[in-house]
């Protein structure tokens, strides 16, 4: 059975720094790997999607790996801003099911 | 494009009652997905269409839920009858393919059972 384990579970920087959330998960069979935002009371903002055969997308400030064979993807933010605060999702797609497996997320605080 | 769009944003009901929640899912999108989201379980799938039929509603907790999608751009999550551990924000997602194409979900609906 998938799991999907963010680490840590909170994290809270001052502004302008770079930081690094974790996403590991326990079967490495994916087709894809998907990072979201979601900030309070509301839906999720789909950030980056790396597809299986990919090692990294990057977007604006946001770059996302992975590396499969270890089951890990990495979301580093660069010169983190007081509105990059939320709650930062992984999800895998699997292989042989159709289902996004969620992480528990990383609430991100980032501070004046 | 507006988005996926859901309704309603906020419901309060009263245990026992039957709950409607809708889902307008983005033009043109074949796959539409049912979330439900809680501190203690994280985000759960509960069931997804393609072109409207019904593929997956392993995740749906009981027989007091049930979802339909009567056409490519309208669908209902309804719990019949309500108790108050539904209680949960239920989001709906939708794609345009399913297994290498980004998930795009709406605002989501807090839902309270009293």
């Known amino acids: 059975k998938q799991e999907v384990t963010q680490i840590p579970a909170a994290l809270s920087v001052p502004e302008g720094e770079n930081l690094v959330l974790n996403c590991s998960f326990t079967?490495?069979?994916?087709?894809?790997l998907q990072w979201f935002r979601q900030d309070p009371g509301k839906g999720l903002t789909s950030l980056l999607l790396?597809?299986?055969?990919?090692r990294e997308q990057t977007s604006g400030r946001l770059n996302a790996s992975l590396d499969k064979s270890s089951g890990r993807s990495t979301l580093y933010i660069a010169a983190s801003q007081p509105g990059d605060s939320a709650t930062y999702l992984c999800?895998?797609?699997?292989?042989?099911?159709?289902?996004?497996?969620f992480g528990t997320g990383t609430r991100l605080q980032v501070f004046p | 494009d507006a988005g996926v769009i859901q309704s309603p944003r906020h419901e309060v009901t009263e245990m026992g009652q039957e709950v409607t929640l809708r889902c307008k899912p983005i033009?043109?999108?074949?796959?539409l997905f049912w979330y439900r989201q809680t501190m203690m379980r994280g985000l759960e799938l509960l069931i997804y269409?393609?072109?409207?039929?019904?593929?997956?509603d392993s995740g749906m907790p009981e027989d007091r839920f049930s979802a339909k999608m009567p056409n490519a751009s309208f669908s209902t999550l309804k719990i019949q009858p309500s108790e108050p551990r539904d209680s949960a924000v239920y989001f709906c997602?939708?794609?345009?393919?399913?297994?290498?194409?980004?998930?795009?979900f709406g605002p989501g609906t807090r839902l309270t059972v009293l």
């Open positions: 997602a939708s794609s345009h393919g399913l297994v290498y194409n980004e998930q795009f």
């Open positions: 079967d490495s069979a994916i087709y894809n």
């Open positions: 790396i597809q299986s055969s990919q």
């Open positions: 999800a895998v797609k699997v292989g042989g099911t159709d289902k996004l497996i």
């Open positions: 033009s043109g999108h074949d796959y």
């Open positions: 269409f393609n072109n409207n039929v019904p593929i997956d």
